[in-house]
């Protein structure tokens, strides 16, 4: 019981710190959660990471919030998604509130525009080493099919914007057919071993 209570305060923790300090959307914010829950905790394999991010970014809504649910989900449960959400909303939650009170003395604030602008850069440096320490995994795993899968959906995107929602449809539904395939094959040697043993 006092383990859980533990892992449930490491993910509020975890969650709140995050997002208390995380500048640029909500992909940020699931980077840095695979570098605290697969790298530093080690509580979630880095494939995992993936398809949990794949959810997450399938789902509607803000992908900051949908990876709290998931990643909590995952660790504790349904009370490890409640504790993940709270960890994630309370930080901008606050934060708007105050900046929504000052607006006008900060929309033409110098300084203030100028660390927004810092933090841009800050923010595509981050994104940029996630995805390639996630892509590398994919990559060191040698299967041909992910990595054709993976290097078409980087094209259709970047290379001829074609929506995001149409990749994810058309990869969830290559994902579909290869599993289905792959089960097919996996019983067809199984139903094939006990003949062939006996021959």
């Not at 949990?52 to 998931?70: E, F, K, W």
């Not at 708007?96 to 006008?104: D, E, N, R």
């Amino acid at each position: 019981m006092n383990n859980k209570k533990m892992v449930l305060w490491k993910i509020f923790i975890s969650t709140l710190y995050l997002s208390a300090f995380t500048f640029g959307g909500g992909y940020v914010i699931v980077t840095l959660m695979k570098k605290k829950f697969v790298d530093e905790y080690h509580w979630i394999e880095e494939d995992e990471m993936l398809d949990l991010v794949a959810i997450a970014q399938s789902s509607p809504g803000a992908i900051a919030v949908n990876g709290a649910i998931v990643v909590g989900f995952k660790l504790a449960g349904l009370p490890g998604t409640l504790v993940a959400i709270l960890g994630t909303i309370i930080p901008p939650f606050l934060i708007i509130s105050v900046i929504s009170i000052f607006y006008a003395a900060f929309r033409d604030n110098f300084v203030i525009s100028r660390l927004l602008l810092g933090m841009q850069a800050g923010v595509g440096a981050v994104i940029a080493s996630v995805v390639y320490d996630m892509g590398s995994g994919i990559v060191h795993s040698k299967n041909i099919v992910s990595i054709l899968i993976m290097l078409a959906a980087f094209i259709a995107s970047c290379v001829y914007g074609i929506n995001v929602i149409y990749i994810i449809l058309a990869c969830a539904t290559l994902g579909t057919v290869r599993t289905l395939v792959k089960n097919r094959n996996s019983r067809t040697d199984t139903s094939h071993t006990p003949h062939d043993k006996q021959s």
